[in-house]
């Protein structure tokens, strides 16, 4: 589709983002909305890669655009995300149905069938990336929004359910976030789908016993989704809903061999955690573990993270029947957490800047900053306009303002001595030190914070 000049935005016309879908802006910045900055994000992603090469997980990219059908039979039909919240539409070009992934999930296991990668033996894997939901917007709660996606495909036991837990928690303890007290566990087992249908019919019988009881939503969901009046929120229902058949006692023998296995390892780290009878997830190919890590710093959008093992899915895709387990955790939540309780992260701020005087000769600058910079030190030049390069003084009051702990005056004497004052900006010594541009590998280190 081209853009004819007619529906092109007129030049005072201001262009912003889609609702709900944000910018992730360095601190500088000034943001109106709440979210955390491109730092922390960054911050974020190399704890990511940390911890998750400890555990052997490998990365992938998928595309943020497959065709509507893998959703649609990936996640059910009568899920809220099927249901309401897919972005979808007609590609113009072709008539193909598309949609943009609203998680990450199916676009992995589309891509291991896809490329037969199961036929050599299980797989561990994670991706991240932004997935899209049309959702009302609110404090974290996004219409664009990313998650980190972790997946363990081929492996049928309980101690890859408990692997995955741990990885969370793995990445809790390298954020400095505390499990426990931040961010709290709840498990449960959702059994297998005959476990589930057993209880749900014991459920019905159970509430047509005391109909009476019943609200006017209740009597409406019995027969089309007793699982949800569990959820009801009607004070007078409370009683009878908490006195309802729990799926836990429906489990059989395997089920129930599953799930203590996975509390064993649990246990063995001494992880805390609560079952959670009422935790079920969003889509319905979960079966056995399921786990959310949860925090009551966020108000209503308290779920973190949130995983559990999906047997079912791989076939139901067309692959070769294989068991899988994994969690979906949303980026923009966890960092809004991180914000609040002001979790240390490393600073970003360069080890230097360099203080360029009105008339200094370029090339020996550049020159001194690439070897500078080909040693691995940070150092930001303060760039002029093309009328010049601003005063002494407005240089220092920017390098200040750069945070860098050093300033490297290119002062014309000492450049003619073949040297440059390296002025310490932190320390509050204000000590200088002239050092020669000639043997810039000698010094350099001197200038990095972990020197
Ligand atoms: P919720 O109950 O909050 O809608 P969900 O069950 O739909 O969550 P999942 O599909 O399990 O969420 O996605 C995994 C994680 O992704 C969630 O635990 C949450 O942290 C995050 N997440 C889900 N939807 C959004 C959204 N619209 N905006 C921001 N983060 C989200
Ligand atoms: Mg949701």
Redesign the pocket.
């Known amino acids: 589709m081209s853009v004819t000049p007619s529906s092109a935005p007129s030049k005072a016309q201001k262009l912003s983002a889609v609702k709900g879908m944000n910018d992730i802006l360095p601190a500088a910045v000034p943001r109106t909305e709440k979210l955390p900055s491109s730092e922390r994000w960054q911050w974020f992603e190399s704890a990511v890669r940390k911890v998750l090469a400890r555990y052997g997980y490998q990365y992938l990219l998928t595309p943020v655009v497959e065709p509507t059908a893998l959703f649609v039979r990936g996640l059910g039909e009568v899920t ?2 099927v249901e309401k919240e897919m972005y979808s539409f007609t590609d113009a070009m072709n008539g193909d149905q598309l949609t943009l992934r609203p ?1 990450g999930t199916a676009g992995v296991v589309r891509a291991m069938i896809e490329h037969n990668a199961l036929y050599n033996g299980p797989l561990r894997l994670w991706t991240a990336g932004p ?1 899209f ?1 049309h ?1 009302r917007p609110q404090k ?4 664009q ?1 990313h ?1 980190l996606d972790v997946e363990a495909l081929g492996f049928a036991g309980p101690d890859v359910d408990a692997e995955m837990i741990l990885v969370a928690r793995a990445l809790w303890r390298e954020l400095g976030l505390v499990e426990g007290q931040h961010v709290r566990l709840e498990i449960n087992s959702l059994g297998q789908s005959a476990e589930r249908r057993a209880h749900r019919d014991a459920l019905v019988r159970y509430f047509e016993d005391h109909a009476d009881a019943l609200d006017e939503d209740a009597r409406r969901r019995l027969h089309s989704n007793p699982l949800r009046i569990l959820d009801s929120k009607n004070p007078a229902m409370q009683a009878l809903i908490e006195a309802a058949p729990q799926l836990m006692d429906f489990l059989g023998a395997e089920s129930r061999a599953h799930f203590d296995a996975v509390r064993a390892a649990l246990d063995a780290v001494g992880l805390a955690y609560r079952i959670n009878p009422r935790l079920v ?3 319905d190919y979960y079966n056995l573990t399921v786990f ?1 890590w949860v925090t009551d710093q966020l108000g209503s ?1 308290g ?5 559990g093992r999906y047997d079912g899915l791989i076939a139901q895709l067309g692959g070769k029947s294989a068991p899988a387990v994994g969690f ?3 980026i ?3 960092l809004l957490l991180a914000q609040e309780l002001d979790l240390p992260m490393p600073s970003s701020a360069a080890d230097a800047y360099a203080v360029v005087p009105p008339g200094t000769p370029l090339a020996p600058v550049v020159a001194t900053l690439e070897a500078l910079r080909a040693q691995g030190v940070r150092v930001i030049q303060h760039a002029g306009s093309a009328d010049g390069v601003g005063s002494m003084k407005s240089q220092f009051k920017k390098a200040d303002a750069s945070g860098a702990r050093h300033a490297l005056v290119f002062g014309s004497e000492e450049l003619a001595r073949g040297q440059v004052l390296v002025k310490a900006l932190r320390d509050g010594s204000g000590a200088q030190v002239e050092r020669s541009l000639a043997d810039v590998a000698q010094w350099a280190a001197t200038l990095q914070s972990n020197a």
């Open positions: 809220d995300i998680e997935m939901r959702e974290g709660r996004y219409r929004f998650q997830r969003g889509m959310e959008q779920t973190v993270c949130g995983g979906g955790l949303g923009e939540r966890l």
